[in-house]
């Protein structure tokens, strides 16, 4: 089979690895894990080889350095080298392990046996080539954001998936892990919205994977554009997990889909992004509730003026 994908190997800080996972995704890589080597982080991903050049790979190098300047941390190692189709598809799953993510959530990979000692709330993931494995840090912020709006409620957070009755929106869904998060823990039902062809596929596998129905949980392509037409009336709850220029560009759009009495969950953030992105989501009739850090990223839980 011919070398048809790019293997990008990068050695860093472990305190580098968010704003790593954050450029390569920017960059369209499709499956990342990690792993700790001694004291650093040695990080793993995948795209297409025809996606990129070898000049594009050591511009990524250059913003990866210079990243890691303005954090004052050494600059990442990055090498690279082509693989075959069907190596790609596995060689990163095994470096992946089940993971805690607040109070509640244990993320189980889907190739794994799920755990008999745990009572948490397990959400069966296999990402394929979607982003959204709970290793990033503004995943981790959403579900914990997911867990705070749906203890409003007094759930007992059992895993029988009693409902109440509220109804969300998640603007690109990704791999579905927030759709699926929420109706673990007591969403009515959820709508994913994708650009991405890839990830629809993705949540709509792993709604089969936990055991969700479709009429629970649906997946579209598309953004909020789709919302408008095939929600049969505005939702109790925002989740957007993408980027600060992209939620900029759709708050306007956001607040024709959602209840006065709606919440939100807005991520994908970087910290000095913040205010521009609250400042643009105040002038559209939500208020800031909090705002979340972990490191360099942010999570703001808003909710309508």
């Known amino acids: 089979m011919a070398n048809t994908w790019w293997e990008l190997q990068i050695t860093c ?3 580098l690895e968010d704003s790593v ?5 920017d960059f369209g890589c499709r499956g990342t894990a990690s792993e700790r080597k001694g004291d650093l982080s040695f990080i793993r991903a995948y795209l297409p080889q025809f996606k990129v050049h070898l000049l594009d790979l050591a511009a990524l190098a250059l913003r990866l350095r210079q990243d890691a300047l303005c954090m004052e941390y050494p600059a990442p190692i990055l090498q690279w080298l082509l693989i075959d189709e069907q190596d790609w598809a596995s060689s990163w799953k095994q470096y992946w392990h089940p993971q805690e993510i607040g109070d509640k ?3 189980n990979p ?3 046996p799920l755990p008999t000692d745990s009572n ?4 069966k993931l296999d990402p ?4 959204g ?3 990033h840090a503004t995943t981790q912020l959403c579900l914990e954001a997911l867990e705070m709006r749906f203890s409003d409620y007094g759930m007992s957070f059992v895993s029988d998936n009693t409902k109440t009755d509220t109804v969300i929106a998640d603007i690109g869904c990704g791999s579905g892990i927030l759709c699926v998060g929420a109706i673990l823990l007591g969403a009515k039902k959820a709508y994913g919205v994708d650009t991405d062809p890839l990830a629809v596929q993705a949540t709509i596998e792993n709604r089969i994977l936990n055991g ?3 009429d629970r949980l649906s997946a579209s392509e598309g953004s909020v554009e789709v919302l408008t037409k095939i929600l049969d009336q505005p939702v109790d709850g925002i989740v957007c997990n993408i980027l600060a220029d992209v939620i900029i560009q759709l708050a306007p759009k956001i607040s024709a889909i959602t209840k006065p009495t709606a919440w939100g969950i807005f991520s994908g953030i970087l910290v000095e992004q913040s205010k521009a992105v609250a400042d643009v989501l105040e002038k559209h009739g939500w208020i800031v509730a909090a705002l979340w850090k972990r490191k360099e990223w942010c999570c703001l839980n808003v909710r309508r003026s």
Not at 21 to 25: A, D, G, I, N, V
Not at 128 to 131: D, E, K, N, P, T
């Open 21 to 25: 996972f954050w450029r390569l995704e």
């Open 13 to 15: 800080e472990p305190e």
């Open 133 to 135: 494995t709970g290793n």
């Open 110 to 112: 889907a190739w794994l």
């Open 128 to 131: 394929g080539v979607a982003f």
């Open 212 to 214: 969700i129905t479709a």
């Open 120 to 123: 948490r709330l397990v959400i």
């Open 105 to 107: 959530f244990l993320i």
